[in-house]
């Protein structure tokens, strides 16, 4: 058991090492503030260690009256009192420069990290974007990051201060008394061993809570997040009852979990208050055969209490580091994501938009194949329906023509350029796209509608707005186009229109529209066909739909299952020709005759 | 506020004890210097090695005591306080469960959901380290300067200027910082959404080369958030350094006070050392104190939104003479799974037992006219508007459906469809009028007893974490597997099931993620059929459905047997078609109801929708180009709905003779495609 552990521990080791070169590396042009926390770490330890040794001799100073002595305090105790007041002060100041270097190497870092994140975002190819669960990623660059900076920053120079505190308080404790000094030296590692202890225990206790709470947090957010189809099943009861089961469950685990932890604490200072008796008892004995005065005894005993808290700062800022590590492995297996393919300087011309698939293959899992021998050609100007059942392929012809994904074998051209040779902007620049999944940002309505068209009038959004039929509750909305928006203020029906909008608003001159109208009401899809009626005009368009009747004046028709193409035509002669598509077609009217 | 504690009362014992224990503790921690004192001034003064080793004695005898009583209260503590923040989950969910929908939609999901983990979690916290530290921290600092009295009131009273002056650096600082902590926050969440949106929009942002516009509003947001950062960051750095100048600069008048009292006879060494003592155990106890004030005062907001959310009563009222039923019907269905796996015989007896239970209708209706007994439900002149705004929702919906009977629902978005379906299982109260199922008012139903007979297909398709199974029995505990796979093949789902592995235990991951939105649509199809239900509500539940299967659904449902009553929620104006009747709404309007005969030739919006789907269709004297500008003309012209209608009232007339020749006709040739 152990010999497998240790060789993990290794390689656990030696990656972390890597990231922690990498974080290093990032932190470059703060090297030399980071250079200075240290520096005004080991002063003001120093300086602050010191001050006892001082207020211990100040002590020593003090006589009784029996002594042969005068009503004034001696001159040797101003003088040292005088000298702790100039060394607190330097080290008031230095502490108060530290912490704010620290804070702004801290927070710059996680700037920077971010910034560096953001920008990979834009970069990394979707199939790295779809695999990760945008939480996670969001967790990596918010979370991770302040982890990041926080464990691995403050908790290094943290590190660092602790290791000088014990090397010095060592020095001091040694220069006051040689035994007393060994003695809590041989002593130390038994309140390091009771935390440890409690520690291991209440890791146990722990990962037990943390995976009672996060079963407890998904069945709340299961069940809380769709209360109403609980009430609609009258499951309420059955709710609470599950609920139970696995609150009592997460009550076990947490109070045991609360209770061994809390005793690290108690355990440890029991253990320091037993060394400061002994420091005590051999420091009283000392003084009786004159090897010490009270005044070491003063500092022995506030080193001795001291000496113990560094140790328990290393030991939390070690596991605090550990974590911080995990956390930087993940930002940095973020940021050096391989990134896209580099991009072409070439800009698509635009000739009418004809569109050429020479033998296209493509598949998201490259050991099951899905899109094979694709050719298929969308003359300029003219109309392409796909149809088929889901999972067909549809969305990922989309990803396809818009370069979210680059195919595995095979060309795409148009106008017969191929478009792996024209920089991705220039081809997007070309396409207005109308997701299934609509998509808003944050901002005002004005923001959302001109996001293809930045410098666009108020008066073009408004001519937009109204042949794409959002203005009609655009109009009603408190600021109109200046109204806050986001994902939750608007009805399907209204964010698809917004959507619709945005393209209306750019006129590119192809479209891909991917079943554009699925959630808007029969109603409102017969102006917005309209609407796009007069945007396809003269655009090559590519057109996802479920509804065949607003396929029907296509030129084209392509019909997709398993990912190939399996009949292609206009409607007439697919009807004609009597396959999948006419099947497709007649379960429509079959239905109406019932 | 005050409410919360009565949750804390199971556990007021411990709640007591632990900071009597942690007080005790503190008390031997108070000892400590007094025994040094004595050790110097009598056993180092008088050179006694007895004093020495007894007193050394004492020192250990505190320091055990001291982990003793320790342990005992973080037990309590920790018992108090998660036995209570338990029960107050507990309590909350119930509470949730109790709420009606207008309150859902009020306090709104992701609200619930963080009050219940975040918000108790912060609460226990707190509530730990109050009984543990809130009377600790204040009583070493008070007790410890209380010792310095002992000892020598004039060195006391550097205490007492000290420890002022030291409360107010450590507490100011952090009540500055607490408002700036929570800008900080919000800046966060901020950066934290729009990082979201960049990922979630990936696609939208590339296809508008939109990149580098999201990296200058994420680097804006970005240097907001350092700079607030740093902000706190400069304040909070303040607290070491001052700190530690106070109690440096009172330990050293300390000490000069302390020799010149020594001097004078008043004071021996040992005592200065014991206020020296003193002086060091204050600082770390009042550094404690302020971070849990800050705590405290966290968990407190929390409490204080817990106690609200528990404050909020279902705006629905039952009526009282059931109240025993209820019971008897909730504690009847929950209580007999046990017994239920050891015989089937007396599942299927319970549950038809409990179908005729169902099936009975509620107190005075069991007499009820012969018409009452047909309609299976009736809306009266319906009014509604949701909580949240006082617009009107819907306005004098009227019409009756017969047990039996398909009732098609369409009309535009927001026209209100949903709105009225969900007013037939009382998810919501009327405004005005009233909805009468089989005869009986729905607020004159029992508890629970309406939902039991009403099966919902909601528009969006969830299903919950488990096997298949444990999904389908939500229609019904009691549902044997024979049911339960009549009910797939019904929702068309069986195949589905059947294609995966362990079938009806398959496992359904959270949310359904591992299903496609056709099949997960399907399966809650199955799921509310598995009840009988006799009233079936189906909302927009085909919309990922082709058309072959959403046909081949409709035909299952309809050849179902009894007299089960179903409403369809469609956009499209073929799966409404074929219903016995069909509502349409048009801006919360009852715009027409009628058969698709009927509908087609009085009704302007049922016509519009009808024939923008089936252009074919349309009579052929507007067909083509003419349909076309016809329906631009309404658009442009029609802002509102009575106009459109008026300009299509104006055009039926003349359409109508022609239209019905072509569809007679188009009939026909169905027909015979079919046969």
């Not at chain 2, 008012?441 to 508890?447: A, H, I, K, L």
Request: net charge neutral.
């Amino acid at each position: 058991m152990s010999g497998s552990k240790v060789k993990k521990n290794n390689t656990g080791n030696r990656s972390s090492m890597e990231t922690l070169k990498k974080v290093l590396r990032i932190i470059g042009h703060y090297r030399l503030l980071l250079a200075a926390s240290l520096l005004l770490a080991l002063l003001t330890v120093v300086l602050q260690l010191y001050v006892p040794v001082l207020f211990g001799d100040a002590i020593d100073q003090i006589v009784s009256p029996d002594s042969p002595g005068m009503s004034e305090i001696s001159s040797t105790l101003v003088m040292i009192l005088v000298r702790v007041l100039e060394l607190v002060m330097i080290s008031s100041v230095g502490t108060w420069v530290m912490n704010m270097i620290n804070n702004r190497l801290a927070f710059r870092t996680v700037m920077d990290i971010r910034a560096r994140a953001i920008r990979q975002i834009q970069v990394l190819p979707l199939s790295y974007l779809d695999g990760h669960s945008s939480g996670d990623l969001v967790q990596r660059i918010i979370a991770d990051t302040d982890q990041l900076s926080d464990g691995l920053l403050l908790g290094f120079t943290q590190l660092f201060s602790g290791i000088v505190t014990i090397a010095v308080t060592l020095g001091f404790m040694l220069s006051k008394n040689v035994w007393i000094t060994v003695m809590v030296l041989i002593l130390t590692p038994v309140s390091f061993l009771v935390a440890r202890f409690i520690a291991e225990r209440s890791f146990i206790m722990f990962s037990k809570q943390t995976a009672a709470r996060g079963r407890q947090t998904a069945l709340i957010n299961e069940f809380t997040g769709n209360q109403k189809l609980v009430k609609a099943f009258g499951r309420e009861a059955k709710a609470s009852a599950r609920f139970k089961e696995i609150n009592e469950e997460l009550r076990g685990y947490s109070q045991s979990a609360v209770f061994f932890s809390s005793l690290t604490n108690p355990s440890t200072r029991a253990v320091n208050n037993v060394i400061y008796a002994l420091v005590a008892l051999a420091g009283a004995m000392l003084i009786i055969k004159g090897h010490l005065t009270v005044g070491g005894l003063t500092v022995l005993l506030a080193y001795s209490n001291q000496y113990m808290k560094p140790f328990n700062d290393i030991s939390s800022v070690v596991t605090e580091l550990q974590n911080a590590l995990a956390c930087a492995a993940r930002v940095f297996e973020l940021i050096e994501a391989e990134p896209e393919q580099k991009d072409s300087e070439a800009v698509l011309e635009n000739h009418g938009g004809r569109v050429v698939i020479k033998d296209v293959a493509f598949s998201y899992d490259k050991s099951k194949s899905l899109i094979e021998g694709f050719n298929f050609q969308a003359e300029a100007g003219t109309k392409t329906a796909i149809v088929g059942p889901t999972g067909c392929g549809k969305t990922t012809f989309i990803n396809l023509l818009m370069r979210f994904y680059d195919t595995d074998s095979g060309n795409i051209l148009i106008d017969g350029q191929n478009i792996k040779d024209v920089s991705r902007a220039s081809l997007r620049h070309n396409y207005g796209m109308v997701l299934q999944e609509t998509w808003l940002k944050n901002g005002t309505v004005r923001e959302n509608i001109a996001i293809g068209k930045p410098d666009a009038t108020d008066e073009e959004i408004i001519r937009a707005a109204k042949e794409s039929h959002s203005w009609e509750f655009i109009r009603r909305m408190p600021q109109r186009l200046d109204t806050v928006i986001n994902d939750d203020s608007l009805s399907q029906g209204q964010k698809q229109l917004l959507c619709i909008t945005r393209v209306m608003l750019c006129l590119p001159p192809m479209l891909i529209l991917d079943e554009a109208t699925s959630s808007i009401d029969t109603r409102t899809e017969v102006m917005i066909q309209e609407a796009f009626d007069k945007l396809m005009q003269g655009r090559t368009s590519f057109i996802v739909a479920h509804r065949l009747s607003t396929i029907r004046g296509a030129d084209q028709i392509l019909v997709m299952k398993d990912g190939r193409i399996i009949e292609q035509g206009n409607h007439e002669t697919l009807m004609v020709k009597g396959g999948f598509y006419k099947n497709l077609y007649n379960s429509q009217f079959a239905e109406t005759a019932l | 506020m005050r409410k919360l504690l009565s949750y804390l009362y199971d556990y007021k014992i411990e709640s007591v004890l632990a900071p009597l224990f942690k007080l005790l503790e503190s008390l031997m921690d108070l000892l400590v210097p007094l025994v040094i004192a004595v050790i110097i001034n009598k056993g180092i003064g008088g050179a006694d090695n007895g004093i020495i080793l007894s007193n050394f004695g004492l020192l250990i005898c505190l320091a055990f005591l001291g982990m003793a009583f320790s342990f005992t209260a973080q037990w309590m503590a920790a018992k108090a306080s998660v036995g209570f923040s338990a029960k107050l989950r507990q309590a909350l969910f119930d509470h949730i469960q109790g709420l009606s929908f207008r309150e859902l939609d009020t306090l709104g999901t992701d609200t619930l959901i963080t009050r219940m983990t975040s918000d108790i979690n912060q609460i226990q916290n707190g509530l730990n380290l109050s009984l543990r530290l809130l009377l600790r921290s204040p009583f070493i600092v008070f007790g410890a300067m209380i010792m310095a009295f002992t000892i020598d009131v004039r060195c006391a009273l550097i205490f007492a200027v000290a420890i002022p002056l030291l409360s107010i650096v450590v507490i100011g600082i952090m009540l500055l910082s607490i408002p700036l902590f929570t800008k900080v926050q919000t800046a966060i969440d901020r950066l934290l959404g729009l990082t979201r949106e960049n990922l979630t929009g990936v696609r939208v942002i590339r296809a508008f080369c939109k990149e580098q516009d999201e990296i200058n509003s994420f680097d804006r947001l970005n240097d907001a958030l350092t700079h607030m950062n740093e902000r706190v960051g400069r304040l909070s750095a303040l607290m070491n350094p001052a700190t530690y100048l106070i109690i440096n600069t009172a330990t050293i008048l300390l000490i000069r006070q302390g020799a010149l009292r020594v001097q004078a006879g008043a004071l021996q060494q040992g005592d200065v050392v014991a206020l020296y003592n003193y002086m060091a155990q204050i600082v770390v106890e009042l550094v404690k104190l302020a971070s849990l004030i800050i705590t405290i005062n966290r968990s407190l907001a929390c409490a204080r939104r817990v106690s609200d959310m528990l404050d909020v009563k279902t705006s629905m009222e039952y009526p009282s003479y059931t109240q025993n039923t209820d019971n008897a019907a909730l504690s009847g269905l929950a209580a007999p799974y046990g017994s239920m796996v050891l015989s089937p015989a007396a599942a299927s007896s319970q549950l038809t037992a409990a179908a005729v239970a169902t099936g009975l209708p509620y107190p005075g209706s069991v007499s009820g006219t012969s018409s009452s007994s047909e309609t299976a439900v009736c809306f009266d002149h319906v009014g509604f508007s949701y909580a949240s705004s006082s617009d009107a929702v819907l306005t004098d919906i009227n019409f009756t459906a017969m047990k039996g009977q398909t009732i098609g629902i369409i009309g535009g978005t927001g026209s209100g469809k949903s709105t009225v379906v969900s007013l037939i299982p009382r998810f919501y109260d009327v405004t005005s009028g009233s909805v009468k199922v089989f005869g009986q008012d729905v607020r004159s139903y029992p508890e629970g007893s309406l939902i039991e007979m009403i099966g919902i297909v909601p528009q969006k398709a969830v299903l919950f974490e488990g096997s298949i199974r444990d999904n389908l029995l939500w229609g019904n505990e009691k549902a044997s597997d024979t049911e339960l796979w009549e009910s797939l093949e019904t929702a068309q789902a069986a195949e589905i099931v059947k294609g995966k592995e362990g079938r009806l235990d398959a496992h359904v991951e959270q949310g359904g993620r591992n299903l496609s939105g056709g099949q997960r649509q399907r399966l809650t199809i199955a799921r509310a059929l598995v009840k009988k239900p006799r009233i079936l509500i189906l909302d927009d539940s085909s919309s990922a459905l082709d058309f072959a299967t959403d046909l081949a659904l409709r035909k299952s449902i309809a050849a179902l047997p009894g007299d089960m009553t179903v409403f369809i929620i469609s956009q499209r104006a073929s799966s409404v078609r074929q219903a016995d009747r069909i509502l349409v709404l048009d801006d919360g309007c009852q715009a027409g109801f009628g058969t698709h005969e009927e509908l087609l030739d009085g009704c302007a919006v049922y016509q519009e929708i009808y024939y923008s789907q089936f252009p074919d269709e349309r009579p052929k004297n507007i067909s083509g180009k003419n349909a076309g500008s016809a329906n631009k003309r309404d658009s442009v012209h029609g802002d509102s709905a009575k106009q459109k209608k008026g300009a299509h009232a104006n055009d039926r007339d003349a359409k109508t003779v022609d239209e019905r020749g072509i569809r007679d006709a188009k009939d026909e040739i169905r027909k015979g495609v079919i046969k």
